[in-house]
C-alpha cells in the first residue's frame, strides 16, 4: 500500500502541497485501499501535478476541468476511489460552474483544493480566494473584487460533506481526507496551503494566528448546517475541521435508476465482433 512513486515534486521548497499530497498518500493507506483502487484526477496549476506524485492511476486535465474527468471516471469505474484535485484558481475560479454542480450532484468523489489565494503557476496573479487590497501583478492598486466565500457557497449548494484544513496540520488533514474519502457523496476539502514563493500576505505564520480549529467551539455540531453557516460567517470562513455533514443524503449513484456497482469498464454490454463491425459500419 504504498501510494508513494519516484518522481521528485517540482514544488518550491517550502510550498503547502508537500503536505497535501503527504495526507492524500496517508490518508489512502489508512482506509486500506490499494494503489489500483484509487485514481487522482487534477486540473492545471501548481496544484495539479499532485496526479503525478501519487502511486495510483491519474489524469492531469485542462484548466478548471479536473471535476467534469473524475466524474467520468468514476461512473465508468465504480470500483475505483477518485480524488479530484487542484487549486483555488482552477476550482473555483475558471472551474467554479462544475464545482457547483458536482456539489448538487453529489457523486461520490472527493475534491480537495489546495487554496493559496494566488495564482501560482503563472508567476502570482490575485484569484478569486485573495482578499479586497491584494496587492499582485494583476492588481498593482489592490484587489477592489471581494474574496469568494467558497464554504459558504458548497452549503448554499447542497453539499454535503464540507471540511477546512491547513496544510501544517498532517493528522487532521489525513483524517479529513478519510472521512471525505468514506463519505458516500461529495466531499469538498478545501486545504489552506500557502504559496511561499508569490504570496507574502498569507503566510504560514498568518495563517497560524487568523484560523480558528472548530474542535476549539464548544458545542459546535458538524450536522447542522444552520450552525455551520453562522461559524462560517461570524470567522470570516477561516475555520479548520468537519465543517458539515451529511450522511444520510443518497448519492448520485444511488438515486440512478438502475445503477449497479458493476464498473461500465467490466460491464457485459452484449458486444460481439459482429455487433462491434456493424456499429462501426454505421459511421464510415
Ligand atoms: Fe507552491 Fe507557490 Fe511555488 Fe507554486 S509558486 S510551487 S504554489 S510555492
Redesign the pocket.
Same mark, same amino acid.
Given at each position: 500500500k504504498d501510494f508513494r512513486n519516484s518522481v521528485k515534486p517540482n514544488? /518550491?521548497p517550502g =510550498?503547502g502541497?508537500f503536505s497535501v499530497q503527504a495526507a492524500i498518500q496517508r490518508a489512502s493507506a489508512n482506509v486500506g485501499l490499494e494503489p489500483h483502487e484509487l485514481a487522482v484526477i487534477s486540473g492545471i496549476g /501548481?496544484s495539479g501535478r499532485i496526479s503525478g506524485y501519487i502511486n495510483s492511476y491519474g489524469f492531469h486535465g485542462i484548466h478548471g476541468r479536473a471535476l467534469p474527468i473524475a466524474q467520468g471516471v468514476k461512473m465508468a469505474n465504480r470500483d475505483l476511489t477518485v480524488i479530484a484535485s487542484g487549486g483555488d484558481g482552477d476550482g473555483f475560479a475558471i472551474g467554479m460552474g462544475h464545482t457547483v454542480h458536482a456539489i448538487r450532484r453529489n457523486i461520490d468523489v472527493t475534491y480537495i483544493v489546495m487554496d493559496?489565494q494566488i495564482y501560482?503557476?503563472t508567476k502570482g496573479q490575485t484569484s478569486p480566494r485573495s482578499e479586497v487590497g491584494f496587492k499582485t501583478k494583476s492588481t498593482p492598486e489592490g484587489s477592489i473584487e471581494s474574496s469568494l466565500s467558497v464554504m459558504e457557497l458548497a452549503l448554499t449548494s447542497g453539499a454535503t460533506f464540507v471540511a477546512q484544513s491547513f496544510s501544517t496540520n498532517l493528522k487532521e488533514l489525513t483524517s479529513l481526507i478519510e472521512q471525505g474519502i468514506q463519505h458516500k457523496g461529495f466531499s469538498l476539502i478545501n486545504v489552506f496551503s500557502p =504559496?511561499?514563493?508569490?504570496n507574502k500576505v498569507n503566510t504560514y505564520d498568518w495563517f497560524k494566528e487568523n484560523l480558528t480549529s472548530l474542535s476549539t467551539i464548544e458545542g459546535y455540531d458538524a450536522n447542522n448546517r444552520m450552525q455551520a453557516m453562522h461559524t462560517l460567517m461570524e470567522h470570516n470562513g477561516l475555520v479548520t475541521g468537519l465543517i458539515y455533514q451529511n450522511a444520510h443524503q443518497p448519492s448520485y449513484q444511488q438515486l440512478v435508476h438502475g445503477y449497479s456497482e458493476e464498473p461500465l469498464s467490466k460491464a457485459d454490454l452484449g458486444m460481439t465482433e459482429e455487433k462491434f463491425d456493424e456499429l462501426v459500419a454505421e459511421f464510415m
Open positions: 514544488w /518550491c =510550498c502541497d /501548481c493559496n501560482g503557476l =504559496c511561499v514563493t508569490y
